[in-house]
């Protein structure tokens, strides 16, 4: 009972020295709303960067051409060293005849002008199908493909693939250097605020020390201001998460530039970057705050 009385106190202390500092509570909530929606773009930006990169993983596909003399044998030796190239995750092998059969499916004119052709001079190939773990290595992998003997062409859209890979990997890099900074920047914010509410509040806290307070009475209201403002500065954030995420998707449509980069559905995945959001700013005004107190009043 008297552990929950001396935090309820913490509380009211708490809420009473923001309100008595309004203007310096005002300040730190204004920087902390302003970093963190910064952060939370910077994360939705991030998640759906990594999200457009694994569909890329699972959609893209290695598509190996054969020669036309390619023997029954050698395509089974070619399955053989498939499987041997550790960034090969599955393969499809497809016949001269099942390419045309299937694309007689999606074309019945194409399937006439496929049918005046025999097997002998037939423009159409046999084919493997290639998925790959690591797109990262997905230049490599095709590389080392092109190489074996009866591969005649090997084609996965290297060009395009490329530049999205770099300028995927790019865009991370940056999003996450700007989240770890902002937070940082954010804790220092705190750490001035709550330094100078302490140095309003030295009379006060000489007091508590002289009739025998602990140093966790002394810190910890500091600690709580440091969530409230955590707290507070979180609300816009939040709200613009929420609703300007929903917007942005249905203005365009789910996509964003083509229909390669899809984007993630708002729910629930605007509520999940609202409680890291939330998350974000307790623990950056309570770290904040928490620094404050031990540097500045060495208790």
């Known amino acids: 009972m008297k552990m929950f009385r001396m935090l309820g106190r913490s509380i009211r202390d708490a809420f009473k020295s923001s309100i008595r500092n ?3 509570s005002l300040a ?23 999200n457009v990169t694994e569909k890329l993983e699972k959609d893209l596909t290695i598509v190996v051409f054969m020669e ?32 045309k059969n299937e694309m007689k499916k999606e074309s019945e004119i194409l399937g006439t002008v496929l049918d005046t052709f025999d097997s002998d001079d037939s423009p159409l ?35 395009m693939v490329d530049k999205l890979i770099k300028a995927f990997s790019s865009i991370q890099k940056v999003t996450y250097g700007i989240v770890i900074a902002l937070i940082i920047v954010t804790v220092f914010l705190i750490i001035n605020t ?18 025998g307070a602990s140093n966790f009475t002394i810190k910890t209201p500091f600690i709580i201001e440091g969530m409230i403002l955590g707290i507070f500065g979180s609300i816009i954030p939040i709200a613009l998460t929420i609703y300007g995420y929903k917007a942005f998707y249905n203005h365009f449509g789910g996509h964003l530039f083509s229909q390669v980069i899809v984007l993630i559905k708002p729910l ?25 107190v031990k540097k500045y009043l060495k208790v």
Do not use: W
Request: proline residues 1%; hydrophobic residues 45%.
């Open 22 to 24: 309004f203007s310096l």
């Open 28 to 50: 730190s909530i204004s920087c902390i709303t302003i970093t963190l929606i910064i952060v939370a773009v910077a994360i939705i930006a991030s998640v759906n960067v990594e």
């Open 68 to 99: 036309n003399d390619t023997t029954e044998k050698e395509i089974d030796n070619i399955k053989e060293t498939f499987a041997k190239i550790k960034n090969i995750d599955t393969y499809e092998f497809k016949s001269k005849i099942t390419v």
């Open 125 to 159: 190939k046999d084919t493997f199908q290639i998925k790959v773990k690591e797109i990262e290595n997905i230049s490599d992998t095709a590389k080392t493909i092109e190489k074996l003997d009866k591969v005649a062409v090997v084609r996965y859209g290297e060009g």
């Open 194 to 211: 709550i330094k100078l509410t302490i140095t309003t509040r030295k009379r006060e806290i000489s007091i508590m020390r002289l009739v």
């Open 268 to 292: 629930p995945f605007a509520y999940m970057i609202s409680l890291i959001v939330l998350g974000i700013g307790i623990l950056v005004g309570m770290i904040g705050s928490a620094s404050a």
